[in-house]
């Protein structure tokens, strides 16, 4: 049973353009999410998070929005660039229990 | 990232034979985690350490074992390889709590 689901494997933007990856979640539980990048042969990096407290979250051009009632969030670039293009992976996690469910990933690819 | 070293970084071995693959850490954070990313699975996990000698089962744990003797050290162990368990594997530390995972660079696993 996936309890994390990005069920886009792919999506293409023009650079400039907004991209916008989505994640949905089943587990109620869940309290705190995460939105990590990565490139071939490299692990991933951590992006950026949210905590169920809040419904968005900004950090330059990424900003993460959730809906609780939805359990579902999403991740916008805005401008996206094409240093952008990577797998992104979102993951749940609850307090107290340290360990995070990651999504299958969305592959990003950003055209020039 | 965080001071993680994965080795070996690539192996290719046999059926049936033990594999023993290592995480290095050097910020002394208290949790670690071993992942294996597989196509259409993301990142699953097999185990993690809340603790030197204080290890638990992740969701992908069978075939799979842990030893953490000291801080900065986390071993992976498959006892008898299978093909199964060709994949990508990836370990992360964090200091705790609702705190994003550093990664390592992966270590690229072949069983034939």
């Known amino acids: 049973d996936q309890q994390v689901k990005q069920n886009s494997p792919s999506l293409s933007v023009q650079e400039g353009r907004i991209s916008i990856l989505n994640c949905d979640y089943t587990?109620?539980?869940?309290?705190?999410f995460l939105w990590y990048k990565k490139y071939p042969a490299e692990g991933p990096t951590f992006l950026i998070s949210i905590s169920s407290i809040k419904d968005k979250n900004e950090d330059g051009r990424f900003t993460v929005f959730l809906n609780k009632s939805a359990k579902h969030l999403s991740l916008h670039i805005v401008p996206s660039q094409p240093g952008d293009s990577a797998v992104y992976f979102c993951?749940?996690?609850?307090?107290?229990?340290?360990?995070?469910?990651f999504g299958t990933g969305t592959r990003l690819k950003v055209l020039a | 990232d965080a001071g993680i070293t994965q080795s070996p970084r690539h192996k290719v071995t046999e059926t049936g034979t033990p594999v023993t693959l290592r995480c290095h850490q050097t910020?002394?954070?208290?949790?670690m985690y071993w992942y294996r990313q597989d196509p259409g699975h993301g990142l699953r996990l097999i185990h993690y350490?809340?603790?030197?000698?204080?290890?638990d089962k992740g969701e992908v744990s069978d075939g799979y074992s842990v030893s953490r003797s000291k801080t900065e050290d986390f071993l992976l162990t498959l006892e008898s390889a299978t093909s199964s368990q060709t994949s990508v594997y990836f370990c992360?530390?964090?200091?705790?709590?609702?705190?994003?995972?550093?990664f390592g660079d992966g270590t690229r696993l072949s069983i034939l």
């Open positions: 993951a749940a996690g609850h307090s107290g229990t340290y360990k995070y469910i």
């Open positions: 910020e002394n954070h208290r949790y």
């Open positions: 350490s809340y603790g030197v000698k204080d290890t």
């Open positions: 992360a530390t964090n200091v705790g709590g609702n705190q994003p995972q550093h």
């Open positions: 587990n109620s539980m869940f309290d705190y």
